[in-house]
């Protein structure tokens, strides 16, 4: 009813409310059992408040949320495993415009959830009765999180030096890191739409727009182009 082939996802207000949001969290909480999710979200406007309603329905069953802010999708994926989390939140619509936003489930291994898990939550967010728990849980500091995301990819990257990297960051969550990270790498980095301005992400730039990055790499004769989503 609410989940598609890659979590929860529309428009904001319309397919995806504040509702929701705050029911799958709480279903999640009660799920880990006072253990631990991880929270991240890309650039939207609507982000803030859905990873706010999110928390809170987790904090009410008394587990306790690391919130990574503005991040990408795969460090959700990468700093859950790492701790041991229970569940992992990535609120992105992906390619999708502004006005789209969505809720990505990952179990503790980082990938995403069966059918019958999908089905337990939808149940709750219909039921409309949440786990409130007299011992809240708490929020975690990230600072220590977002610092392991970057220094796996420092790991796992290489040594670029020589190469020139053009980058489509699409206004969303890579904009806060790809240009660094290539650059600690060795790469020069040519990057554009890396504003971290949720109103203009995936707007006549990223993923769906593939001859932004191309004329990129034409222009300034790079080795490689990537062009990010949200």
């Not at 503790?108 to 337990?120: F, P, Q, W």
Request: hydrophobic content about 35%.
């Amino acid at each position: 009813k609410y989940f598609g082939t890659d979590g929860i996802r529309g428009v904001f207000g319309e397919e995806l409310t504040l509702d929701i949001a705050y029911y799958v969290g709480n279903y999640l909480g009660y799920s880990a059992d006072h253990g631990v999710i991880v929270l991240g979200r890309d650039t939207r406007v609507s982000g803030g408040d859905l990873l706010q309603k999110v928390i809170s329905g987790i904090l009410d069953t008394g587990s306790s949320v690391i919130d990574l802010g503005v991040t990408t999708t795969a460090s959700v994926a990468i700093v859950l495993e790492k701790v041991k989390a229970n569940y992992g939140v990535m609120i992105t619509a992906s390619h999708n415009p502004p006005e789209y936003n969505g809720l990505k489930v990952f179990n503790s291994k980082g990938v995403k959830l069966t059918d019958i898990e999908e089905i337990e939550i939808e149940k709750h967010i219909d039921k409309k009765s949440p786990f409130i728990y007299e011992n809240k849980g708490k929020v975690i500091n990230a600072s220590e999180y977002t610092n392991m995301y970057k220094n796996f990819l420092m790991q796992v990257g290489g040594n670029l030096s020589g190469l020139t990297v053009a980058l489509d960051c699409s206004n969303g969550s890579a904009s806060k890191y790809a240009k660094e990270i290539f650059t600690a790498l060795g790469a020069e980095c040519i990057c554009v739409n890396d504003s971290l301005d949720g109103a203009l992400i995936n707007n006549n730039c990223g993923a769906l727009h593939p001859n932004v990055c191309q004329n990129l790499v034409l222009e300034h004769k790079a080795d490689i182009g990537f062009s990010y989503d949200g």
